[in-house]
């Protein structure tokens, strides 16, 4: 089990279209400690995503500094960034984003096909995942076979297989229902409390920030406040 | 299986009516060019047979149409009385033919009767051919390609309207098929029997379209092409040699140019086959960008999505190469097709080594088709691909 802090200071993006500036990021200072599990909340265009992309490595920064445990984002090339992103890691998007001609132990193994390892080892991994969100059953199973919460866990699954320092959330439960949606954020919990993940976790919704140890949040582009919730862990809630 | 091979096959499998149209739309131009280059190579074998058969052509000087006095043949042997470096010469005269209520065109010639055999010996007649051949006037050798077209046979009696004069029905005795014969179309009788109908109808006789001259060697065709020109310069017919192979593909160059043709037919159809093919893996790669986002965020390289929608590309179109390739081989190797004729040649042989040539093409079609969707896959941006600003 491993988990990363973050170090977020100055920063700022600059979007370009048609040749006109678009800030999003506007000298943003931001601590999160490891294993601490943070909602990113704030109107549209106040640049939730695009933190959320930048601490990923998926986008590159205009200016300021990333640091995620002991790597300095800025400092590294495309190709460096793409080999970090595999191993430090985990995302969920809204929209799953899974491989539909592929099963759900297949989806979950496409990330440990980066590391040397030998297939029985990717197996067992594949399956010890899909066991944590309650999928142990379903390996089989299709994207397509699957309902969205179902679908939305062999994402988890995926993101957490290679047991990544971060597991970055875009709008996790923006496509569930209520339920469904509670169940996720559950397990979300359960990734941080019982593994110690570092989550950044992307939402619109109260409810889901409530899960979280520290609710952010941004307005057009700068850090408007903070907020720890009083949640009690969920061990102790049992 | 590994799971990158499995991945792949899938993504083959994903939209099967794709993937089947694709490799329909790359199989079926590697049919064409398959084909195309087989009817080209068995031009190219009659057209080195006719060179193995050492002969020179004799025609008029300005052009095949105009016709040579008979006479000229007692002057082209005159050049080497031995008869050991021009061992026989024929004289032979074109005109066309028809059957009666029957449009299909015939390639009629008549030969001088006591040289044919000996200048023209691929035809490869029977001794008993022979003898038919020297005592009929009336005898004729109907090709294979005709005569089975027709269903001539030997011992037939046949009636054939010529083109040219005496454009009257020919009564003929079929004496031979040529099933050796490398040009298969042909139909030749004697001429003596020509000249007897022409002169009946008042036409003038004692002409000929072309003289074959056999040689010794190689050495004695070269040297008596310019010497029989040389001889005939300044007079009223003079004369242009050529050696058979030069002046058979004269001749196909000028009535249709079949290996031109099917060249550019050939070209033009694999162009297809890469413009349908491109047009199927940039549908692909559209309908797969947050996938390939996707990846990309899991830590896949640009390589990797290159590679996957190229191998994807190679494999589609070589898939459809190779059947492409070997259906028509099968077909004209194992099934009665066969026996399929073409002009000019007797069947249509497809060699493997145009088949191997074939899937090499189409391997090329599948990496021409697949650079651009590579390319644009592989320098796809993730967060503008998974916001579906792509």
Known sequence: ?????????????????????????????????AGEFVALMGPSGSGKSTL?????????????????????????????????????????????????VLTAAQNVELPLLLFKMKSSERKERVKTALTIVGLGDRMDHRPNQLSGGQEQRVAIARAIVTDPDVILADEPTGDLDAKTSEEILNLLNLLNEEFGKTILMV???????????????????????????????????? | MNLRLVYLHRNLTRNVRRSLLTCAAVGLPIMIYVLSMSVVHGVDKFLDNSAKQLRIVVTQKTSIVNPLPEGHRKKIEALDESKQRLTSVCGVQWIGGQRENDPTPLSVMAADADSFVSTMPEYELTQDE???????????????????????????????????PPYRAMEFHVISTAPKAPDNQSIF???????????????????????????????????????IDAAFAGSLDETRSLDEKTFMNEFIAQQFDLPKNLAILSGLTVF??????????????????????????????????FSLIQTESLLL????????AI????????????????????????????????????????????????????????????????
């Open chain 2, 189 to 227: 009788f004697r001429k003596d029997y020509l000249n007897e109908e022409l002169k009946k109808d008042g036409f003038p006789e004692g002409q000929v379209s072309f003289f074959f001259v056999k040689c010794a060697t190689k050495k004695d065709l070269d040297e008596f092409r310019e010497k």
């Open chain 1, 1 to 33: 089990m491993s988990s990363a802090d973050i170090e977020i200071k100055k920063l700022k993006k600059v979007y370009y279209k048609d040749k006109m500036e678009i800030p999003v990021l506007a000298g943003l200072d931001l601590s999160i400690s």
């Open chain 2, 327 to 390: 259906v028509p081989f099968v077909v004209f190797t194992y099934t009665p097709a066969r026996d399929f004729q073409v002009p000019l040649i007797q069947t249509l042989v497809v060699e493997w080594v145009t088949c191997m040539k074939a899937l090499g093409i189409a391997v090329f079609i599948g990496l021409v088709a697949g650079v651009w969707p590579s390319w644009m896959a592989m320098r796809m941006h993730v967060v503008r691909a998974l916001r579906n600003l792509e």
């Open chain 2, 317 to 324: 179109c070589s898939l459809g190469g190779l059947v492409g």
């Open chain 1, 52 to 100: 959320l992309h930048l601490i990923g490595g998926l986008d590159t920064a205009t200016a300021g500094s990333v640091r995620v445990g002991e790597s300095l984002l800025e400092t590294m090339s495309e190709a460096q960034l793409t080999s970090w992103r595999s191993r430090h890691v985990g995302f969920i998007f809204q929209m799953y984003h899974l491989v539909p």
């Open chain 2, 272 to 305: 297809v086959a890469i413009m349908a093919a491109m047009n199927t893996m940039s549908m692909n790669f559209r309908d797969r960008i947050a996938e390939m986002a996707t990846l990309k965020s899991l830590g896949f390289s640009g390589g990797f999505a």
């Open chain 2, 130 to 164: 022979i003898d038919a051949w020297q005592k009929d006037r009336q005898a004729i050798i109907i090709g294979s390609g005709p005569a089975g077209q027709l269903g001539w046979k030997i011992g037939d009696r046949v009636s054939i309207v010529p083109t040219l």
């Open chain 1, 203 to 238: 939402t619109h919704d109260p409810k889901a920030a409530a899960h979280a140890k520290k609710t952010v949040h941004l307005e057009k582009g700068q850090l408007e406040r903070e907020e720890f919730s009083n949640r009690q862990p969920m061990a102790a809630a049992r």
